[in-house]
């Protein structure tokens, strides 16, 4: 946070503190916009505190400790921590008062783009919603012989003109590796499909190729391949963190695959996902409870992929065909 002032009152009760706070905006109202913002913000989280308390008081009835001596020890620290934590910034609402009443006293925070809020990639590409509509997909199984690459070809950059290229694309290479892995195609295309944006998002080498890299699998001190340093988000305890990773790099599409099915297999944390066999929903539960991804909505989001009606549509035309 830019230009945090700690305030006169170091504790709720410091009434001298908060006098000379109170005396210092009277007379210099804009040095002391800080400190009477921060103030503020103590105000508002200590009513944040005291409903939280309020809510759980359900569940304390028959506590030994629910006491009028408890309570109103708990009330000071409540007040206390509500103070250190506007001190800390914790909450942002004393900086949205200061932006508001006078900007040029505190600079404007960086923003992170809205491309690395979902999959790490330095190109800037729309999200997918599920909401709005798609272009009609005919239900007739065309000859996309030209659209799936070789399982064989190596080093060609992938190229995925909208959703149902990536899903003609990949299917080889889920129903191989689904197949090995006992389950569906489609939670592993799903899967490839939000990591990637549809594969829009592949991450990038040094040089402005293709990683292969459907699943953004890190490369941790065991993997000795190729590998791409990125920003990622992670979730840490409900807060979005960037963090530069290193992912794995690979040559093919193929290889994207088989060391996702590697990677699965190895990891024992991930045997209760593969005990769910072709049930999707579980699958991906499975996988996400053992800590695949931080997101905590990772798996909704990938059921809801599996669930779209042009989804279902494009895999019973490959399927049936």
Do not use: C
């Given at each position: 946070m830019?230009?945090?002032?700690?305030?006169?009152?170091?504790?709720y009760?410091?009434?001298?503190?908060?006098?000379?706070?109170?005396?210092?905006?009277?007379?210099?109202?804009?040095?002391?916009?800080?400190?009477?913002?921060?103030?503020f913000?103590?105000?508002?989280?200590?009513?944040?505190?005291?409903?939280?308390?309020?809510?759980?008081?359900?569940?304390?009835?028959?506590?030994p400790?629910?006491?009028?001596?408890?309570?109103?020890?708990?009330?000071?620290q409540?007040?206390?921590?509500?103070?250190d934590?506007?001190?800390?910034?914790?909450?942002?609402?004393?900086?949205a008062?200061?932006?508001q009443?006078d900007?040029?006293?505190?600079?404007?925070?960086?923003?992170?783009p809205?491309?690395?809020?979902?999959?790490?990639?330095n190109?800037?590409?729309?999200?997918f919603?599920?909401?709005?509509?798609?272009?009609?997909?005919?239900?007739?199984?065309?000859?996309?012989?030209?659209a799936?690459?070789?399982?064989?070809?190596?080093?060609?950059?992938?190229?995925?003109?909208?959703k149902?290229?990536?899903?003609?694309?990949?299917l080889?290479?889920?129903?191989?590796?689904a197949?090995?892995?006992?389950?569906?195609?489609?939670?592993?295309?799903a899967?490839?499909?939000l990591?990637t944006?549809?594969g829009?998002?592949?991450?990038?080498?040094?040089?402005q190729?293709s990683?292969f890299?459907?699943?953004?699998?890190k490369?941790?001190?065991?993997w000795q391949?190729?590998r791409v340093?990125?920003?990622?988000?992670?979730?840490?305890e409900?807060?979005?963190?960037?963090?530069?990773?290193?992912?794995?790099?690979y040559?093919?599409?193929?290889?994207?695959?088989?060391?996702?099915r590697?990677?699965?297999?190895?990891?024992?944390?991930?045997?209760?996902?593969?005990?769910?066999?072709t049930?999707d929903?579980?699958?991906?539960?499975?996988?996400?409870?053992?800590?695949?991804?931080?997101?905590?909505?990772?798996?909704d989001k990938?059921?809801?992929?599996?669930q779209?009606?042009?989804?279902?549509?494009v895999l019973?035309?490959?399927?049936?065909?």
């Open positions: 830019a230009n945090q002032t700690v305030t006169q009152a170091s504790n009760f410091d009434l001298q503190g908060l006098d000379q706070l109170r005396q210092k905006a009277q007379s210099n109202g804009k040095e002391s916009l800080r400190e009477v913002a921060n103030q913000e103590s105000m508002f989280a200590t009513m944040l505190i005291k409903s939280m308390r309020q809510a759980n008081e359900a569940f304390e009835t028959d506590s400790f629910n006491n009028k001596q408890t309570k109103f020890y708990t009330d000071m409540d007040k206390q921590l509500a103070l934590i506007s001190r800390h910034g914790s909450l942002g609402l004393a900086d008062l200061v932006r009443l900007p040029s006293s505190i600079a404007a925070p960086k923003s992170v809205m491309e690395e809020l979902t999959m790490a990639n190109k800037p590409q729309s999200l919603d599920l909401e709005k509509a798609l272009p009609a997909i005919t239900l007739n199984k065309p000859d996309k012989t030209s799936v690459i070789p399982l064989e070809v190596l080093d060609k950059q992938p190229e995925f003109t909208d149902e290229s990536f899903i003609t694309t990949v080889p290479y889920a129903k191989k590796v197949q090995l892995l006992g389950v569906s195609p489609a939670v592993l295309i899967q490839s499909a990591e944006g549809w829009k998002k592949i991450i990038q080498t040094a040089d190729k990683s890299n459907l699943f953004n699998i490369a941790n001190n065991s391949g190729d340093a990125k920003d990622s988000l992670e979730v840490e409900g807060v979005g963190v960037k963090r530069r990773s290193n992912f794995r790099s040559n093919s599409l193929a290889q994207s695959f088989d060391d996702y590697d990677f699965i297999t190895s990891n024992k944390r991930y045997e209760s996902a593969l005990q769910q066999g049930d929903d579980r699958y991906i539960e499975e996988l996400q409870q053992a800590g695949y991804a931080t997101d905590p909505q990772y798996a990938i059921k809801a992929i599996m779209h009606a042009e989804f279902k549509a019973a035309g490959d399927f049936n065909g």
